[in-house]
Nanobody
Framework: QVQLVESGGGLVQPGGSLRLSCIVS????????MGWYRQTPNKERELVAD???????NYADSVNGRFTISRDNAENTVDLQMSSLKPEDTAVYYC????????WGQGTQVTVSS
């Protein structure tokens, strides 16, 4: 049974930083694209960043230059370092394995507010 478990969400002030982590069990991530998505009420889930099995990264325009995605195939984890956070980054963040038809974590809330 494949499971993805996120951690690291919370409340942070504008301009602050958070690091999200996702650990995968039940499969190995080495051959898969891994991603982070986010969703706010009444909006569709959107891609924040993903990283291919060869390490190629892709970012949404809204986070490019502020967020960094990384993976550790040996530990079966994928992280999202978020810096210079803005109130509009507030959302539930989801870890993903294998794209939109793949596997999802349960989500972790990130709230950016003063």
């Amino acid at each position: 049974q494949v499971q993805l478990v996120e951690s690291g969400g919370g409340l942070v002030q504008p301009g602050g930083s958070l690091r999200l982590s996702c650990i995968v069990s039940g499969t190995i991530i080495r051959f898969n694209t891994m991603g982070w998505y986010r969703q706010t009420p009444n909006k569709e889930r959107e891609l924040v960043a993903d990283i291919t099995n060869t390490g190629h990264t892709n970012y949404a325009d809204s986070v490019n230059g502020r967020f960094t995605i990384s993976r550790d195939n040996a530990e079966n984890t994928v992280d999202l370092q978020m810096s210079s956070l803005k109130p509009e980054d507030t959302a539930v963040y989801y870890c993903n394995l294998g794209g939109v038809v793949g596997y999802w974590g349960q989500g972790t809330q990130v709230t950016v507010s003063s």
